[in-house]
């Protein structure tokens, strides 16, 4: 299998997942997570029509732009607020934010940028230990202080179902995400429009359950690498 099958078996079951949910295909973005790929592999990407990639690294990102161009980049992995400036200029989204202070440094450092970046709430969905993100508990509160920041946008929440071999076992989680979603909606009378959820092992179960974005790493390159 090279990258170019992978990529069409996933967007086969993506497809297959939104005709099952009732969904358009264009109602999901698949973002490519790079952080197993080489800068080569990524441009095979391009050749393959993926235009959104995916880092959790802010300094495999600049290595990899050196090569790659053409994409949208987003940031999934931590951030620490002494990477922000650069984060900002690297990423169009990032799907990682987890405290008010990481929240607050974006946005004063987005001040300048002709266009607003495109921030997540980062939720740890099954509150892991060996997980980033606010704590279900912490979510409100965070979401309270960080949608009112000016130049940034906040668009949805995104969360890591535990680790699994069945994607059954992701849907609970999934499901909760969605409905934190639609209680902020509610209650604080905005719109989100972005779930960022499910991987390579649970993505049609994500998709099922709202998600806009699917974070797929492995079933891209896997196989390819060897
Ligand atoms: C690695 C990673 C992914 C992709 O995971 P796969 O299992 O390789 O598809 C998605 N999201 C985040 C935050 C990751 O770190």
């Known amino acids: 299998m090279s990258i170019v099958d992978?990529?069409?078996s996933v967007e086969e079951r993506i497809s297959r997942a939104c005709?099952?949910?009732?969904r358009e295909r264009t109602s999901v973005r698949l973002v490519a997570a790079t952080k197993y790929a080489e800068a080569g592999q990524?441009?095979?990407?391009?050749?393959?029509g993926i235009r959104e990639?995916?880092?959790?690294?802010?300094?495999?990102a600049r290595e990899k732009q050196k090569t790659v161009a053409g994409m949208t980049w987003h940031m999934l992995g931590h951030?620490?607020?002494?990477?922000?400036?650069?984060?900002?200029?690297?990423f169009s989204v990032i799907h990682s934010v987890d405290s008010v202070h990481l929240a607050e440094?974006?946005?004063?450092?987005?001040?300048?940028?002709?266009?607003?970046?495109?921030?997540?709430?980062?939720?740890?969905?099954?509150g892991e230990d060996t997980k980033f993100g606010i704590p279900v508990s912490g979510l409100t509160d965070l979401f309270s202080q960080v949608y009112k920041y000016p130049n940034t946008r906040l668009v949805g929440l995104m969360c890591m179902a535990p680790y699994s071999d069945e994607p059954e076992d992701s849907r609970s989680h999934f499901r909760r995400l969605r409905e934190l979603r639609d209680?902020?909606?509610q209650k604080f009378g905005i719109a989100l429009p972005?779930?960022?959820m499910g991987m390579s092992g649970d993505f049609q179960v994500a998709i099922e359950e709202g998600a806009t974005m699917v974070r797929v790493g492995r079933a891209l390159f896997e196989e390819a690498v060897l």
């Not at 005709?19 to 009732?22: I, R, T, V, Y």
Request: zero cysteines; proline letters at 0%; aromatic letters at 0%.
């Open 6 to 8: 992978n990529v069409r």
């Open 19 to 22: 005709e099952k949910a009732g």
């Open 42 to 48: 990524v441009v095979e990407l391009i050749h393959a």
């Open 53 to 60: 990639v995916g880092e959790n690294k802010v300094q495999a």
């Open 79 to 90: 951030l620490q607020s002494n990477k922000v400036k650069e984060a900002l200029r690297l």
């Open 105 to 126: 440094e974006l946005s004063r450092h987005s001040e300048k940028l002709k266009q607003k970046r495109e921030i997540l709430l980062e939720v740890n969905i099954a």
């Open 183 to 185: 209680g902020l909606q």
């Open 194 to 196: 972005q779930l960022s």
